[in-house]
T-cell receptor
Framework: GENVEQHPSTLSVQEGDSAVIKCTYS??????FPWYKQELGKGPQLIID?????GEKKDQRIAVTLNKTAKHFSLHITETQPEDSAVYFCAASSAQKLVFGQGTRLTINP | GAVVSQHPSWVICKSGTSVKIECRSL??????MFWYRQFPKQSLMLMATSNEGSKATYEQGVEKDKFLINHASLTLSTLTVTSAHPEDSSFYIC???????????FGPGTRLLVL
């Protein structure tokens, strides 16, 4: 089955700097890659997703890149703000079922 | 994004009682809903996939008699934790798949504490 590895597990950056979180997946049939942001005590919130027919997608300060050959995808957050502090999860899916990475705790230092 | 609600948001119960959690998709019809369990500082663990009008599909190691799932309509799925014990204490999160957007949206979660 699919296996998703996410790195780093924790990430601390200065406000205004960029943050990058990386994920690798094992199943070449996976074709959908969402990213979720989870704040303490809340459910995950979809922030951006990408499908296998696209290499990059951007939404304001957030971007995701996908390299299908290498089976890895990354989340890029630019001009980080304190409200970006949260746990971020990547996921991969070939059918309907999502397989999640282990999560990255992002802390933005003012 | 689409809205998925969960009720209750938190529940405290005595050991041996049953607890029902509701998950609703508010602005789309979800033929498929999912139930996850999350322990502190860990990732989401899929418990089961719920399809409207049919039996749920449980992940390996999840007791179907312990965690009863019903998906009676296109906007409602329920998870019942039967004869709850302290080890069932956890954060339970549902998600619903929007078939048009082909995207999964999560509910706010239900924190269960079994005393």
């Amino acid at each position: 089955g699919e296996n998703v590895e996410q790195h780093p597990s924790t990430l601390s950056v200065q406000e205004g700097d960029s943050a990058v979180i990386k994920c690798t997946y094992s199943d070449s049939a996976s074709n959908y890659f969402p990213w979720y942001k989870q704040e303490l005590g809340k459910g995950p919130q979809l922030i951006i997703d990408i499908r296998s027919n696209v290499g990059e997608k951007k939404d304001q300060r957030i971007a995701v890149t996908l390299n299908k050959t290498a089976k890895h995808f990354s989340l890029h957050i630019t001009e980080t703000q304190p409200e970006d502090s949260a746990v971020y999860f990547c996921a991969a899916s070939s059918a309907q079922k999502l397989v999640f990475g282990q999560g990255t705790r992002l802390t933005i230092n003012p | 994004g689409a809205v998925v609600s969960q009720h209750p948001s938190w529940v405290i119960c005595k050991s041996g009682t049953s607890v029902k959690i509701e998950c609703r998709s508010l602005d789309f019809q979800a033929t498929t809903m999912f139930w996850y369990r999350q322990f502190p500082k860990q990732s989401l663990m899929l418990m089961a996939t719920s399809n409207e009008g049919s039996k749920a599909t449980y992940e390996q190691g999840v007791e179907k008699d312990k965690f009863l799932i019903n998906h009676a309509s296109l906007t409602l799925s329920t998870l019942t934790v039967t004869s709850a014990h302290p080890e069932d204490s956890s954060f339970y999160i549902c998600s619903a798949r929007d078939p048009l957007a082909k995207t999964q949206y999560f509910g706010p979660g239900t924190r269960l504490l079994v005393l």
